[in-house]
């Protein structure tokens, strides 16, 4: 029904920059909040940060003031622009968003397949 494509995940030097990039598509209603987790080896899922569709975010304490969010509500589109990057941001980042289908009212939340972020000199 929904699917996540993300985009722009790869290998960066500590202290570099990356851009992730996560195209929602398929039968949209219309998407509301878009998002971005992580998960590192033998850690559970955190969230990183959120963007509302009225544009309102959050961060993870860990990220705030070195990566931002945000969105194309016209394209169904969220990025991740991650700067300062450390070893420690290492993971793979899973995009999140709730949509809905139809005009029923009912929202479902959906997973892109991952990018990895590999962060090492």
């Known amino acids: 029904q929904v699917q996540l494509v993300e985009s722009g995940g790869g290998l960066v030097q500590p202290g570099g920059s990356l851009r992730l990039s996560c195209a929602a598509s398929?039968?949209?209603?219309?998407?509301?909040?878009m998002g971005w987790y992580r998960q590192a080896p033998g850690k559970q899922r955190e969230l990183v940060a959120r963007i509302s569709s009225g544009g309102s975010t959050n961060y993870a304490d860990s990220v705030k003031g070195r990566f931002t969010i945000s969105r194309e509500n016209a394209k169904n589109t969220v990025y991740l622009q991650m700067n300062s990057l450390k070893p420690e941001d290492a993971a793979v980042y899973y995009c999140?968003?709730?949509?809905?289908?139809?005009?029923?009212?009912?929202?479902?939340?959906?997973w892109g397949q991952g990018t990895q972020v590999t962060v090492s000199s």
């Open positions: 398929g039968s949209i209603f219309r998407v509301y909040a």
């Open positions: 999140n968003c709730e949509a809905a289908v139809d005009t029923s009212g009912r929202r479902y939340g959906y």
